[in-house]
């Protein structure tokens, strides 16, 4: 079936409907600016953000500083994109000209041939991807170190959420996909790994729904060389690679159910991803080549599978 032969109707996902269906923007909060001497020291308050669309599910990309989010966000967008969908920043979801000029700057880095630095384009960005006039679902990008700092290993409670993802992932109904990403020979820590797994468990006993679903996208495999032959990738030994790597992960989504444990022994949709590769050029400067497409046609397979059921 060809990627843009998907056919989705919202109305029939097991998501919790808003109560009044003619309010189509919820109450708008006032954002709150601080002015010092000079007009351009504007401070925008962070958590001011306004989602429109209550139906739409919300894919939370959710992953520590230099894990690549960013990335995977703009190989994904690309390839959907090449594929017939229409891939939109939502210039809504913040009302600030800072934000507003990030969402011009998203669509210019589809084209991208550099490497983007971390989150220094597309913090606090929301993008909607449509297909046949349908939004299929929201692709929430946000600082790393709103989802887990490792130079906070301590901080792993879930009740120190940034106010807006407190807002997005408990008050709204939408149907939550968490892509919970993963990076091949992270160098950190192990102990730093663990209290990363200690975060993901507390999201999942404290913050995840029924409806919602979870992949556990594991990154940069390509630098894993023993995982591949003859140019094909093991995905079996790709997910064992990453159960080794962090330690007690996959136990956190052990299915309980004695019947489907059977056939299912995890809840969780397992995607190794790369987003490109990366040439060091004169003056510093890393040139970026985009992955194939197996990578980005398997992540939204999951994501697509994951709206589904």
Same mark, same amino acid.
């Given at each position: ?26 109450? /708008? ?75 011009? /700057? ?14 220094? *384009? ?93 992949? *556990? ?63 060091? /050029? ?28």
């Amino acid at each position: 079936m060809a990627e843009n032969d998907f056919k989705f109707d919202l109305d029939n996902l097991n998501v919790e409907e808003e109560n009044n269906r003619q309010e189509e923007v919820r109450e /708008q909060t006032t954002t709150s600016y601080t002015t010092s001497e000079s007009e351009n020291d504007i401070v925008v308050d962070e958590d001011d953000i306004t989602i429109v669309d209550k139906r739409a599910p919300i894919v939370l990309l959710f992953g520590p500083p230099t894990s690549g989010k960013s990335m995977t966000l703009v190989r994904l967008a690309r390839y959907l994109r090449d594929n017939g969908y229409v891939v939109r920043a939502d210039p809504t979801f913040k009302s600030d000209d800072k934000y507003q000029a990030r969402c011009e /700057q998203f669509h210019k880095n589809l084209n991208t041939t550099e490497a983007l630095q971390g989150n220094a *384009l597309n913090e606090f960005l929301m993008v909607k991807i449509i297909n046949h006039g349908v939004t299929v679902c929201q692709i929430l990008e946000a600082p790393g170190e709103h989802y887990f700092n490792p130079k906070k290993p301590d901080e792993v409670s879930v009740r120190n959420f940034r106010p807006y993802m407190n807002d997005i992932i408990r008050n709204l109904p939408n149907r939550k996909i968490w892509v919970f990403i993963t990076e091949a020979e992270w160098n950190v820590h192990a102990s730093i790994k663990d209290s990363y797994v200690a975060r993901i468990r507390g999201c999942k006993h404290q913050l995840l729904k029924k409806t919602d679903r979870v992949v *556990l996208l594991y990154n940069k495999v390509d630098q894993k060389e023993e995982l591949f032959e003859d140019g094909k990738l093991h995905v079996a030994s790709a997910e064992k690679a990453m159960k080794d790597e962090y330690q007690g992960l996959p136990k956190v989504f052990k299915n309980s159910n004695p019947i489907t444990s059977i056939w299912k022994p995890y809840n969780y949709r397992f995607v190794p991803f790369c987003t490109g590769y990366y040439t060091k /050029q004169v003056g510093g400067k890393y040139r970026y080549n985009t992955s194939e497409e197996r990578y980005p046609r398997h992540l939204w397979t999951e994501i697509v599978n994951s709206i589904k059921g």
